[in-house]
């Protein structure tokens, strides 16, 4: 069996960014907040015991948070309510959030952290599923003593994680950004739109079929994600009635698919655009924002999409 993290080598960086493989980690540090990162790949499985736990206080958190035998790594910065909450895609870690974390505090309390298995997080027992990554969180808030209400914000992945937890705890959710995020239905959507396979199709389609045929061990994936699993159980939520909620999509879309994109990707590119926009109706009191300068990196491509999003939800939560 071929494993993921060989095809992920042959991937173009923008095609395995919105498929959500996460093939490289974001690494800038956060100046004047937390030591630079020293991540080189999305998952590194090792202990996190030179870093030195922090206590809690009023305005920041920096470390270790013991969450019951094992410690996830947290950032939390700024002061206010509500307290916005960053959730990073696929084998991403809180760098991720690096060029809108500080923005962002400067009006209200953020908090980032490492999801288990990122380092400097500690492994979980694998194969997990998007439910487990949700649950580390809830656990997380309360041992590190993060006060609620939260406005949760997810990007790629990160979207299935929010949408759990704002399932399974709704009176501590006043608001909700999805940053191109995942869909459950997807992989079946792009597996119905690949054209006929063809000698001549572009390297993009060819990488976006092997990954949507080959049968993967969830073992081998980051984070031993089991993605079936996971998208099987954000598909199975209800609606989120009226609760605020921003949609931040990327412009470039399927291999930054621009003018200059292959054609053969096209209807793929309205695939994932037509995905974005049903994630709208997930609520009646909705906004849409387009990235047009980014592909799925919005985080670090066009971070000011983000960042007017938590905005505009925190207003929208806040008034109401």
Not at 15 to 39: E, H, K, Y
Not at 138 to 153: E, F, Q, S
Request: a negative charge; aromatic letters at 4%; one cysteine or more.
């Amino acid at each position: 069996m071929k494993t993921l993290t060989s095809a992920c080598k042959s991937l173009t960086l923008s095609l395995s960014l919105l498929l959500l493989i996460g093939c490289s980690s974001v690494t800038q540090p956060l100046p004047s907040v937390a030591p630079p990162l020293t991540n080189t790949s999305p998952v590194q499985l090792r202990p996190s015991a030179t870093i030195e736990p922090v206590s809690p206080t009023p305005d920041k958190i920096v470390g270790n948070i013991d969450i019951g035998g094992r410690n996830l790594y947290i950032i939390c910065v700024g002061t206010g309510s509500p307290t916005i909450i960053l959730e990073s895609g696929w084998g991403a870690g809180y760098g991720l959030w690096s060029k809108i974390l500080l923005p962002v505090s400067k009006s209200a309390r953020v908090c980032a952290y490492d999801r288990a298995g990122i380092s400097p997080s500690d492994p979980a027992p694998i194969p997990r599923t998007t439910r487990d990554m949700m649950l580390d969180l809830h656990t997380l808030l309360i041992k590190a003593n993060v006060p609620g209400p939260y406005v949760l914000v997810g990007h790629s992945l990160g979207g299935f994680i929010v949408r759990l937890y704002a399932d399974e705890y709704p009176e501590e959710v006043i608001g909700i950004v999805l940053v191109d995020s995942s869909h459950p239905d997807q992989n079946s959507a792009f597996l119905a739109a690949l054209p006929p396979e063809s000698p001549n199709e572009s390297q993009c389609v060819k990488n976006l079929r092997n990954y949507l045929t080959e049968v993967v061990d969830p073992k081998e994936l980051p984070e031993g994600l089991d993605f079936e699993a996971s998208a099987a159980q954000v598909r199975d939520l209800g609606l989120l009635g009226d609760l605020p909620l921003g949609v931040v999509t990327a412009g470039l879309g399927v291999c930054d698919l621009g003018t200059g994109g292959p054609a053969d990707a096209t209807d793929l590119a309205q695939v994932w655009q037509d995905l974005q926009k049903e994630l709208t109706l997930l609520s009646s009191n909705s906004f849409q924002i387009i990235a047009e300068r980014s592909g799925h990196m919005i985080p670090t491509d066009q971070p000011e999409a983000a960042i007017e999003a938590i905005q505009r939800v925190m207003k929208m939560a806040t008034s109401r």
